[in-house]
């Protein structure tokens, strides 16, 4: 490849003379290869807002399209361009051949887009057969060359000396500048450090008056005609949804309004009231709890001070997104000090009154994929963003509820998440320790046991929370008003500029508040106490059971204790998730045998008569664990990423 100043090439060459890849970057652009196949190369760019992939290609005619190396990358932000040899009416050309074809329903299928030159790009026929495929092409032009003599520049010039980007008299003033720093430095006569200082001062003199002018004519530019898009392209970027459609039975659903209505539907059914069980005596006693509450009048809260408020407005982070009442907290933290007395007053309002804001309860939902562009329903993760006002009265009453937990000794030693001063790393490393302390012992394995339950936060079930308040004895004027935030909550579902009709929750913790997390690690508070034999993990809703094998027993017996008492223990779970109508995922529930030995057998364990998978290695709270207890997997997934 020619050299070029200031540039640099990566490229991958083919079995043809004529074949290859090839991409010219300039020396500022770091890049790192990403897939480097015959005829294929692709890149990992970073600039100053993000990492985009960009991708070369050339397909040779008759050959076929490499769809399994675009399928790699499908969800990700990137950008292939080059020859791919394929023919269609969609984008200009006169016929379609079969890579046309092949690459259009591609691209239907994943929801990607392309850009193409308006004129033909190849000499041989009149066809586009060169062009980029994205998953958003806007702002992006491709155009033809109408100089080259063929397809391809196949005679090179060497370029000894580019274009300053300063103009020569500034260049000048630069080197005489230089020229009297290198004479004094010899010298270290005052008369040349005089003459140096006058040049230097020449320079910096004329050089910011350059900058300036250069400056204005920018500004100029930028008022003319809307250029100011042609500088800010780069930096703001159209709204595109998080997905583009969705996979409905009749088909992939892409018109936002009736997408909305559609997940308005699913939601509604997901978070309406369960069925609980007349003949359940644990649901027969949360019943009774929430009938209790219910009738309960409102109670007054302690007074709010105007320490606490300033206390949790700085607790905020200056996130711009806006919320159901299109505010953000960015908006708050510019809050001028002045108005915080005004807004303790309001709180306080609401806290004599024991009550809180009805508009604070509705929500704004927005969705994720999971699975591509265009994911099913229960494929997606809902985000409910809650008005910033009312989270800020939230946080007040959270650190009421911390402080009743700590001062009655409530936090468990098995619970890590969502509680202050106890660090994810802790435990994790009490798990690991708690295993290898077993298995050092000869013919004594463990059995752990990784449970899921299945969209926890969204199936905590009101009746028993308030019955977990009563057997701990909440103070009654917060059991009483979390009661009264929990009713009446509803939210809606937006994608892109549509939105659902509104729909009624009356199940799962609130997302987006702080109070959520807390109230679902009171919700499991009695979780550990359903696994008294064993030794159990808790990390917010991830559960892992260690079973531990024996002493002095022969490997073949302590598999079959192993086993009993896993059936035993899981019976326990599914008492507890029956009580608590919380269900267990058993399809992402994985269970791995940890053992010294070569090679065992394992124990059966079943969930329901539905039989627990086991795995060689389970990534638990980011970090891989094997039988083996090693650490290799772990150090090479993070020398890849490194790399």
């Known amino acids: 490849m020619p050299k070029i100043p200031s540039y640099y090439w990566e490229s991958v060459e083919d079995s043809n003379s004529f074949g290859g890849v090839a991409i010219l970057l300039h020396q500022s652009l770091s890049s790192k290869i990403i897939e480097k196949q015959e005829n294929?190369?692709?890149?990992?760019?970073?600039?100053?807002?993000?990492?985009?992939?960009?991708?070369?290609?050339?397909?040779?005619?008759?050959?076929?399209?490499?769809?399994?190396?675009?399928?790699?990358?499908?969800?990700?932000?990137?950008?292939?361009?080059?020859?791919?040899?394929?023919?269609?009416?969609?984008?200009?050309?006169?016929?379609?051949?079969?890579?046309?074809?092949?690459?259009?329903?591609?691209?239907?299928?994943?929801?990607?887009?392309?850009?193409?030159?308006?004129?033909?790009?190849?000499?041989?026929?009149?066809?586009?057969?060169?062009?980029?495929?994205?998953?958003d092409t806007t702002g992006w032009n491709c155009e033809v060359l109408e100089v080259g003599l063929w397809d391809r520049c196949s005679i090179y010039e060497s370029v000894e000396k580019y274009r300053p980007p300063w103009p020569k008299h500034l260049i000048l003033l630069a080197k005489t500048v230089n020229k009297y720093k290198r004479k004094y430095r010899k010298t270290h006569y005052v008369r040349h450090y005089e003459e140096w200082a006058y040049w230097y001062d020449a320079y910096q003199k004329e050089k910011i008056n350059y900058e300036e002018t250069k400056r204005n004519k920018k500004l100029l530019f930028m008022r003319e005609n809307n250029n100011i898009w042609k500088v800010a392209s780069p930096i703001f970027k159209t709204?595109?949804?998080?997905?583009?459609?969705?996979?409905?039975?009749?088909?992939?659903?892409?018109?936002?309004?009736?997408?909305?209505?559609?997940?308005?539907?699913?939601?509604?059914?997901?978070?309406?009231?369960?069925?609980?069980?007349?003949?359940?005596?644990?649901?027969?006693?949360?019943?009774?709890?929430?009938?209790?509450?219910?009738?309960?009048?409102?109670?007054?809260?302690?007074?709010?001070?105007?320490?606490?408020?300033?206390?949790?407005?700085?607790?905020?982070?200056?996130?711009?997104?806006?919320?159901?009442?299109?505010t953000s907290a960015f908006l708050?933290?510019?809050?001028?000090?002045?108005?915080?007395?005004?807004?303790?007053?309001?709180?306080?309002?609401?806290?004599?009154?024991?009550?809180?804001?009805?508009?604070?309860?509705?929500?704004?939902?927005?969705?994720?994929?999971?699975?591509?562009?265009y994911p099913t329903e229960d494929r997606l993760r809902s985000i409910s963003l809650l008005p910033n006002m009312g989270k800020w009265f939230e946080k007040i009453i959270a650190e009421r509820v911390e402080n009743w937990c700590l001062d009655n000794g409530l936090n468990l030693d098995e619970q890590s998440g969502f509680t202050a001063s106890r660090r994810l790393q802790t435990r994790i490393l009490s798990l690991i320790e708690d295993i290898r302390l077993t298995v050092a012992a000869p013919n004594r394995p463990v059995l752990a046991i990784f449970i899921d339950f299945l969209t926890a936060f969204d199936r905590l079930w009101y009746p028993a929370l308030f019955k977990t308040f009563n057997d701990l004895d909440m103070p009654l004027d917060l059991h009483r008003w979390i009661y009264g935030w929990?009713?009446?909550?509803?939210?809606?579902?937006?994608?892109?500029?549509?939105?659902?009709?509104?729909?009624?929750?009356?199940?799962?913790?609130?997302?987006?508040?702080?109070?959520?997390?807390?109230?679902?690690?009171?919700?499991?508070?009695?979780?550990?106490?359903?696994?008294?034999?064993?030794?159990?993990?808790?990390?917010?809703?991830?559960?892992?059971?260690?079973?531990?094998?024996?002493?002095?027993?022969?490997?073949?017996?302590?598999?079959?204790?192993?086993?009993?008492?896993?059936?035993?223990?899981?019976?326990?779970?599914e008492k507890f998730a029956d009580d608590y109508i919380l269900p267990v995922n058993i399809s992402k529930t994985k269970a791995m045998v940890i053992h010294s030995a070569v090679a065992t057998d394992k124990p059966k364990i079943e969930y329901k008569n539905v039989p627990i998978k086991y795995v060689k290695s389970f990534k638990y709270l980011g970090i891989e664990i094997g039988t083996k207890l090693g650490w290799g997997n772990f150090v090479n997934n993070r020398l890849k990423k490194m790399k």
């Open 40 to 135: 294929f190369l692709m890149l990992e760019i970073e600039t100053e807002n993000e990492k985009i992939l960009l991708g070369g290609i050339y397909v040779p005619p008759k050959s076929k399209i490499p769809f399994e190396l675009f399928q790699k990358h499908v969800g990700k932000n990137f950008f292939i361009f080059g020859d791919y040899n394929a023919k269609h009416v969609q984008w200009n050309c006169i016929n379609n051949n079969t890579s046309g074809n092949e690459i259009k329903e591609w691209m239907d299928l994943n929801g990607y887009e392309m850009t193409h030159p308006l004129s033909t790009t190849s000499k041989r026929s009149e066809a586009i057969i060169d062009f980029m495929i994205a998953q």
């Open 239 to 326: 709204y595109t949804p998080p997905f583009r459609g969705l996979k409905t039975p009749q088909g992939i659903e892409r018109d936002h309004q009736k997408l909305c209505d559609n997940l308005a539907n699913y939601y509604e059914k997901h978070f309406s009231e369960p069925i609980y069980n007349t003949n359940n005596a644990h649901h027969t006693k949360c019943r009774e709890a929430y009938t209790q509450i219910a009738y309960t009048p409102n109670i007054p809260l302690q007074k709010i001070k105007i320490e606490d408020a300033v206390k949790q407005w700085k607790k905020f982070k200056p996130k711009k997104s806006m919320d159901s009442v299109n």
């Open 332 to 373: 708050l933290k510019n809050l001028p000090i002045e108005y915080f007395q005004v807004i303790t007053v309001l709180f306080n309002k609401c806290a004599e009154n024991g009550t809180f804001f009805e508009r604070a309860k509705h929500a704004r939902g927005v969705c994720l994929s999971k699975d591509g562009v």
């Open 486 to 573: 929990l009713q009446n909550r509803s939210m809606t579902i937006s994608h892109g500029d549509a939105e659902s009709r509104v729909i009624g929750i009356f199940l799962g913790a609130p997302q987006g508040s702080v109070l959520a997390a807390l109230l679902f690690r009171i919700h499991i508070h009695f979780l550990p106490g359903y696994f008294t034999q064993i030794v159990s993990h808790l990390f917010a809703d991830d559960l892992t059971i260690v079973i531990k094998g024996a002493l002095e027993r022969r490997l073949s017996d302590n598999i079959k204790y192993l086993e009993k008492q896993a059936e035993d223990i899981l019976k326990s779970l």
